[in-house]
Nanobody, 121 residues
């Protein structure tokens, strides 16, 4: 499975961005999907995940501001980010898992290349 993330950019604090991740080379509906992020000098952080059945969960740090969704017909997973904060600046990665995942798990089988999100004051 190949994953291609897009939608990153520069945005002011309080603004919004929508990230998308396009999957190819596999049966998208069979994969659990997730978004992670990594800021300079920090470890990769789990942000949100969505199961094959559409049930999703987000990290406490982004709860109420970020939403993850998937479109199995278009083989995409999206991350809607609202009320962005300076600390949301990071490279955002999408990932796919063939098996069952738990919130916060990093055990994903496939990873995209990342898209940069920069939040300015």
């Amino acid at each position: 499975v190949q994953l291609q993330a897009s939608g990153g950019g520069l945005v002011q604090a309080g603004g919004s961005l929508r990230l998308s991740c396009a999957a190819s080379g596999g049966t998208f509906s069979r994969y659990a999907m997730a978004w992670f992020r990594q800021a300079p000098g920090k470890e990769r952080e789990w942000v949100a995940a969505i199961r094959r059945n559409g049930i999703f969960v987000v990290a406490d740090s982004v709860k109420g501001r970020f939403t993850i969704s998937r479109d199995n017909a278009k083989n995409t997973v999206n991350l809607q980010m609202n009320s962005l904060k300076l600390e949301d600046s990071a490279v955002y990665y999408c990932a796919a898992a063939a098996g069952i995942t738990t919130p916060g798990s990093t055990e994903y089988d496939y990873w995209g290349q990342g898209t940069q999100v920069t939040v300015s004051s």
